[in-house]
């Protein structure tokens, strides 16, 4: 089976995007849709399985980075655990905010992401103007979910990014970007090779952030290279940080 990008994703349906450069593709609604390997030891503070952990870790990281993390759950995808997660996060040159939606596929020293963005345009906050006055400002804010102690910091959690309100609103990119990603995760094909490798156990142990059970440790040193090789591809050039709408995007490099 031939990869796409050089990842280890083998087929997605990808009726209605356009490819932009490879692994990366755009709708007419202004989506983004991304496919991603990194072989590097994944970045997630904690394993899947202590998800409570993970949870409060992934919201008070991506609140220290000034966004909001809207949801983060556990699932599969063609088989393989994964964490899907919804962010948003400032725009910064201009006021709104993007919205991203993910599937984390962590292995033992290596990552697959299934990235979806999308951002607002010239109009902003109308969601949540609408949101906040049919459920009353004192309803609106509520405490982080994954916290349990009010508010993190970053964007704020309140009730106009929950799913019930998507109908509402069917060209908001917060509703595009969820629509995207449920329809997309149902297609993914990943490559036996990928699919096989060990779980990601938890992060290499060091100081704990929080109170808690301790994360699973490892042994000895993590060895740099990659574990997944692939199918041959053809080289591409070589390609850095992409930016989209005032969002950063990180692509794997070639």
Same mark, same amino acid.
């Given at each position: 089976?031939? @990869?796409?990008? +050089?990842?280890?994703?083998?087929?997605?349906?990808?009726?209605?995007?356009?490819?932009? %450069?490879?692994?990366?593709?755009?709708?007419?609604?202004?989506? /983004?849709?991304?496919?991603?390997?990194?072989?590097?030891?994944?970045?997630?503070?904690?394993?899947? $399985? %202590?998800?409570?952990?993970?949870?409060?870790?992934?919201?008070?990281?991506?609140?220290?980075?000034?966004?909001?993390? /809207?949801?983060?759950?556990?699932?599969?995808?063609? =088989?393989?655990?994964?964490?899907? +997660?919804?962010?948003?996060?400032?725009?910064?040159?201009?006021?709104?905010?993007?919205?991203?939606? @993910?599937?984390?596929?962590?292995?033992?020293?290596?990552?697959?992401?299934?990235?979806?963005?999308?951002?607002? =345009?010239?109009?902003?906050?109308?969601?949540?103007?609408?949101?906040?006055?049919?459920?009353? #400002?004192?309803?609106?804010?509520?405490? $982080?979910?994954?916290?349990?102690? =009010?508010?993190?910091?970053?964007?704020?959690? $309140?009730?106009?990014?929950? %799913? !019930?309100?998507?109908?509402?609103?069917?060209? $908001?990119?917060?509703?595009?970007?969820?629509?995207?990603?449920?329809?997309?995760?149902?297609?993914? %094909?990943?490559?036996? !090779?990928?699919?096989?490798? #060990? &779980?990601?156990?938890?992060?290499?142990?060091?100081?704990?952030? !929080?109170? =808690?059970?301790?994360?699973?440790?490892?042994?000895?040193?993590?060895?740099?290279?990659?574990?997944?090789? *692939?199918?041959?591809? &053809?080289?591409?050039?070589?390609?850095?940080?992409?930016?989209?709408? *005032?969002? !950063?995007?990180?692509?794997?490099? @070639?």
């Amino acid at each position: 089976m031939t @990869s796409i990008a +050089q990842t280890p994703v083998t087929g997605l349906d990808l009726t209605g995007f356009a490819e932009r %450069e490879p692994g990366v593709w755009t709708d007419a609604a202004g989506i /983004i849709l991304s496919v991603h390997f990194f072989p590097l030891v994944p970045d997630l503070p904690a394993p899947l $399985h %202590e998800l409570e952990r993970l949870r409060f870790e992934r919201a008070r990281d991506v609140a220290r980075a000034g966004g909001g993390l /809207i949801e983060a759950v556990a699932g599969t995808v063609d =088989g393989v655990t994964a964490l899907r +997660q919804l962010i948003k996060m400032p725009l910064g040159s201009r006021p709104g905010q993007a919205f991203i939606g @993910s599937w984390t596929l962590p292995k033992d020293r290596c990552s697959t992401v299934v990235k979806v963005q999308a951002a607002e =345009g010239a109009t902003t906050g109308l969601r949540e103007a609408v949101v906040a006055d049919r459920v009353e #400002p004192a309803n609106y804010f509520r405490p $982080h979910p994954y916290t349990g102690d =009010g508010q993190l910091g970053g964007l704020p959690y $309140h009730v106009a990014d929950l %799913e !019930q309100w998507d109908a509402q609103f069917p060209d $908001h990119p917060l509703t595009l970007v969820r629509a995207a990603l449920h329809r997309i995760t149902p297609t993914v %094909e990943l490559h036996e !090779q990928f699919k096989v490798l #060990p &779980p990601f156990p938890g992060p290499v142990a060091g100081p704990q952030s !929080q109170p =808690g059970p301790s994360p699973s440790p490892r042994s000895g040193p993590v060895p740099p290279a990659p574990p997944y090789s *692939g199918p041959a591809a &053809p080289v591409a050039p070589r390609r850095g940080w992409l930016r989209r709408k *005032g969002v !950063q995007a990180c692509c794997p490099e @070639s």
